[in-house]
């Protein structure tokens, strides 16, 4: 049996064909902040189980280059951990995540 169609000179965009999303999440490893550390264990909760987003995890403590790729995404020179970010658009930190939590809107805020 011969195929009618011809496949060869098909294209697929990867983005709408990947059922799963690279989430980069800015944290640290090594923090006193009680706080810090809360948001952090949200974010790893809610993140690290759900379906289609793979939690790409990035410990600003350990490289000087990635808090300031992090605080670069952020546009902040003082941004501060946990903050999100899929590929090179920024997401959003804790208090936006945690919004969009609350308000039923993470996949939004994650665009997926």
């Given at each position: 049996?011969?195929?009618?169609?011809?496949f060869?000179?098909?294209?697929l965009?990867?983005?709408?064909?990947?059922?799963s999303?690279?989430i980069?999440?800015?944290?640290?490893?090594?923090?006193?902040?009680?706080?810090?550390?809360?948001?952090?264990?949200?974010?790893?909760?809610?993140?690290?189980?759900?379906?289609?987003?793979?939690?790409?995890k990035?410990?600003?403590?350990?490289?000087?280059?990635?808090?300031k790729?992090?605080?670069?995404?952020?546009?902040?020179?003082?941004?501060?951990?946990?903050?999100?970010?899929?590929?090179?658009?920024?997401?959003?930190?804790?208090?936006?995540?945690?919004?969009?939590?609350?308000?039923?809107?993470?996949?939004?805020?994650?665009?997926?």
């Amino acid at each position: 049996i011969h195929s009618i169609f011809n496949f060869s000179s098909l294209r697929l965009v990867p983005s709408i064909f990947d059922m799963s999303a690279q989430i980069t999440y800015f944290y640290a490893s090594v923090t006193g902040n009680l706080e810090t550390k809360k948001q952090q264990q949200r974010i790893e909760c809610v993140l690290g189980p759900k379906e289609g987003v793979e939690l790409v995890k990035v410990d600003i403590t350990a490289s000087e280059a990635d808090k300031k790729k992090m605080r670069e995404l952020a546009g902040d020179d003082g941004a501060l951990p946990p903050q999100l970010a899929k590929g090179d658009v920024y997401l959003g930190d804790f208090k936006a995540f945690d919004d969009a939590c609350e308000n039923e809107t993470l996949d939004e805020f994650l665009k997926l």
